[in-house]
């Protein structure tokens, strides 16, 4: 258990494929079943499963998060053997890779298509059967006192597209369950055959909010492919710009809890909180959300003088002001009665679903990609991850303010110690493989891209936190009433088209 | 909280001064609206927002509009919760397959006269993710436009100088 080596050296069966920095290895089909056979038994948490024609990855760590490897397997017959139901995360994964490469999951126990909804152009590779958008076979819950709310993909609010029907039995809900892929793009196949700096400028439009860390996640896995040097203060600058983002983001959630908690107040002051950093990251950056300032080799843009005591300022007016409105959060009962006890995931299922970020956290999960396996510049600064297990919309509150905290200290300690230098290198030429893990606002971010000789994109795969924290959210609001979903939803704050691709 | 509540009405109002609307905006709007239209709706103006693929960048910057710096509603703008309430569709991203009949369907709920809004890049021609099987194209391949603010996303400033066209030129048809 937790032994870093025991996770590569069963994989290590297989034959090694040239990937950076963690291993691949490509099983036969025989140690495919054994490594479905084993992970009945390993601990190991499944952090990706992606497709390329004709091949499927996936991706694990052990326990500790301190080893990481790929295992692929050919599919010449067109199938593989499905991880789903050892790995529950697998699924939807799994089912996205039938859509998009037509490899079929074998006892996969789900042949419902997930991304594809019958309505995309036909090209190689993908199948194009056209059917009504609306011909989808929804699982039931019957009983004579039950009824179905269906809600979406057009929401209410200002809100990405998704579907949630609800099986309810009164005012409680029975079942529900999500339909996702509304807003698929075809990303990732958009990003093929694309120099590296265009590529990285899709990945960075993966999910808006979350734009520093996909691309971040998506540079280090180029940087790593081509085994390319990026100047130390550009890696300091990186590590700014993913605090300041999770600073944004995290403020924006809390106020939006609060709102659908009916506490406008609240809200209406996190919304200045949030305004006055994405102010001072347009100063500083040039774009409110950072957008296209990490590249593959560094960042776009450096940081100047002024910049840097204008984020020093930032820093200290956030402090004590969000301090003052979590006290207030604290201090009104009827708040938290609508917080504590609602919608909570399970840690069992957080663990199983290897479910990351504010999610895993509230749950007991307390993975963070910064710590394990850790990267650049993180290993050189102090902070802690913070971890509580009540898995409640109270808990996941708590924990991104936790974190708000701590990456406004890490803020503080970056700005003390940016290296001088360069902030940008160009790749070294070249091809390859590579893989990277980054934490996000909302959990880890896994990379993977194939780059041909040239160093074009040959194929990529960014799989956001998303895909392993939706299918708890159907898990949370079980046996809550139908009022609650919003703050449900809002306490987990999925991306869609992060997931969506 | 009432300390902090104090606070604020002691201080300086946060709102922005209303930016000035952009020529090639009022351009865009002057040949396309109707005068019944315009003297119908006057200077307030309901809004529904439909996301129909886009990357949630745009829909960041459409809820910063609510946030006291810009505070949408002391213009007359206000989102509402269902097409069937709204005068403008604000719809962003590039429409993607899956997304279009949705977003159809969502254009024949709202009553007439309407505006549809279309926000960002992607919603004019697709953006960076023109050309691809899932993508449609900008949101004039689906539904009539009749504004388009660009910039990825915008910023509040430029989606409230967008909006205000909007209402400038609807006020000079009464």
Known sequence: ?501 | MWKLLAKTLLTKPLPIAAPAPEEAQLAELAGRLAVAARARLGRSLSIRQVDAGSCNGCELEIHALNNPFYDLERFGLRFVASPRHADVLLVTGPVTANMREALERTYAATPDPKWVVAVGDCARDGGLFAGSYAVVGGVSAVVPVDLHIGGCPPSPTRLLSGLLALLETAARGR
């Not at chain 1, 609060?258 to 909180?273: E, G, I, P, Y």
């Not at chain 1, 297990?389 to 905290?405: F, K, M």
Request: a neutral charge.
């Open chain 1, 1 to 501: 258990m937790g032994n870093g080596t025991e996770l590569i050296d069963f994989l290590a069966r297989g034959e090694a494929r040239p990937q950076r920095p963690w291993p691949r290895f490509r099983l036969s089909r025989a140690q495919w079943l054994d490594l479905l056979t084993h992970l009945t038994i390993a601990d190991w948490a499944l952090l990706g499963l992606w497709a390329e024609p004709g091949e499927v990855h996936a991706a694990f760590c052990d326990a500790s998060g301190a080893a990481m490897a790929v295992a692929s397997l050919a599919c010449p017959e067109g199938d593989f053997p499905s991880l789903a139901t050892l790995r529950p995360g697998a699924l939807r994964l799994e089912r996205a890779v039938q859509d998009l490469f037509a490899l079929a999951a074998t006892g996969i126990g789900d042949g419902r298509p997930w991304l594809d909804h019958g309505q995309w152009r036909a090209r190689d590779g993908a199948r194009a059967r056209a059917r009504p958008a609306s011909d989808y076979d929804f699982l039931r819950a019957e009983g004579e006192a039950l009824h179905q709310i269906p809600v979406g993909p057009v929401h209410a609010g200002i809100i990405e597209p998704g579907h949630f029907r609800f099986h309810c039995s009164g005012e409680a809900v029975v079942r529900l369950e999500q339909r996702l892929g509304y807003v698929h793009k075809g990303t990732l196949s958009l990003m093929q055959g694309k120099p590296a700096a265009t590529a990285a400028r899709l990945a960075g439009r993966l999910s808006g909010d979350s734009t520093v860390a996909v691309a971040l996640a998506f540079a280090r896995a180029v940087e790593a492919a081509t085994e390319s040097a990026v100047p130390e203060r550009a890696i300091w600058l990186r590590a700014l710009l993913a605090e300041l983002e999770r600073i944004a983001n995290h403020l924006g959630d809390i106020g939006a809890i609060a709102n659908d908690a009916a506490f406008v107040f609240l809200q209406s002051h996190l919304t200045v909180l949030r305004e006055m950093v994405l102010r001072a990251a347009d100063q500083c950056f040039g774009h409110r959300l950072m957008m296209d300032v990490v590249l593959p080799g560094g960042v776009a843009r450096d940081l100047d003088g002024a910049g840097a005591a204008r984020l020093r300022a930032l820093a200290a007016a956030l402090w004590p002001r969000f301090a003052e409105l979590m006290a207030i959060y604290e201090s009104k009962p009827s708040l938290v009665d609508r917080t504590v006890g609602t919608g909570i995931v399970h840690p069992e299922l957080a663990q199983r679903f290897a479910a990351g970020g504010f999610v895993g956290r509230a749950s007991g999960r307390g993975f963070d990609a910064r710590k394990h396996p850790g990267y650049p510049p993180y290993d050189r600064l102090d902070f802690a991850v913070p971890v509580l297990s009540d898995g409640d919309v109270h808990s996941r509150l708590l924990i991104r303010a936790r974190e708000v905290e701590a990456s406004l200290g890490l803020v503080e300690q970056i700005l003390g110690r940016l290296p001088s230098g360069p902030v940008f290198a160009p790749l070294a030429a070249g091809g390859g493989e590579g893989v990277a893990l980054v934490e996000g606002f909302r959990g880890d971010v896994l990379a993977w891209v194939a780059l041909a000789p040239d160093g074009r994109v040959r194929q990529a795969q960014l799989r956001d936190p998303s895909w392993f924290q939706w299918p708890l959210l159907e898990a949370a609001i079980e046996g809550n009433i139908v009022a609650d979903f919003p703050l449900c939803n809002k306490s987990f704050n999925c991306s869609y088209s992060g997931h969506d691709l």
